[in-house]
T-cell receptor, first 114, second 115 residues
Framework: AQSVTQLGSHVSVSEGALVLLRCNYSSSVPPYLFWYVQYPNQGLQLLLKYTSAATLVKGINGFEAEFKKSETSFHLTKPSAHMSDAAEYFCAVSAGQGAQKLVFGQGTRLTINP | DVKVTQSSRYLVKRTGEKVFLECVQDMDHENMFWYRQDPGLGLRLIYFSYDVKMKEKGDIPEGYSVSREKKERFSLILESASTNQTSMYLC??????????????FGDGTRLSIL
């Protein structure tokens, strides 16, 4: 069975600082991995996805994530935080090709300090 | 762009009522999903469907049922609402049944309160 652990339910950084949101997964087969963002009172939007083509994945709004199989991690980073990045971020794993379901982490709320 | 529309943003119902949450997608997607979102628990899958009249239980189906009579529409039904079903409900769709490389597309959610 697949599972996702997001380390830290709340992360706070200063505007202009590095953003690092941690995600570790468990999967018995090569996974597909996703990061989603949720702004207040909205649904989830896709930030980026890993599908085995490249280990470093670039997404929207300057975010990127690196797939590290040896560490079973898929951490999300952004070099310089902006006030508009304040939101909740979810990591999700799918159990490879043919899987119907996504398993989500519990979410990390990102706060940006001016 | 894919559009997933949930019929209500906010809904208040009473204990014991039968509650319907509606979701429509406009891109002929095969898969549709219902999740509930609670603080600290992330998103938990209630039911999903991969075709008209087909449904599969997710991780927390108890107290819920679903209906998919048309490909574009997926309804979540609370047979007899209880206070522990107060939550945010999110609908999602995905293009292909078997291509899990495809992302899910989400509606804006329905915040349901059961009094």
């Amino acid at each position: 069975a697949q599972s996702v652990t997001q380390l830290g339910s709340h992360v706070s950084v200063s505007e202009g600082a590095l953003v690092l949101l941690r995600c570790n997964y468990s999967s018995s087969v090569p996974p597909y991995l996703f990061w989603y963002v949720q702004y207040p009172n909205q649904g989830l939007q896709l930030l980026l996805k890993y599908t085995s083509a490249a280990t470093l994945v670039k997404g929207i709004n300057g975010f990127e994530a690196e797939f590290k199989k040896s560490e079973t991690s898929f951490h999300l980073t952004k070099p310089s935080a902006h006030m508009s990045d304040a939101a909740e971020y979810f990591c999700a794993v799918s159990a490879g090709q043919g899987a119907q379901k996504l398993v989500f982490g519990q979410g990390t709320r990102l706060t940006i300090n001016p | 762009d894919v559009k997933v529309t949930q019929s209500s943003r906010y809904l208040v119902k009473r204990t014991g009522e039968k509650v319907f949450l509606e979701c429509v997608q406009d891109m002929d997607h095969e898969n549709m999903f219902w999740y509930r979102q609670d603080p600290g628990l992330g998103l938990r899958l209630i039911y999903f469907s991969y075709d008209v009249k087909m449904k599969e239980k997710g991780d927390i189906p108890e107290g819920y049922s679903v209906s998919r009579e048309k490909k574009e529409r997926f309804s979540l039904i609370l047979e007899s609402a209880s206070t522990n079903q107060t939550s945010m409900y999110l609908c999602a769709s995905r293009r292909d049944r078997w291509d899990s490389n495809q992302p899910q597309h989400f509606g804006d959610g329905t915040r349901l309160s059961i009094l």
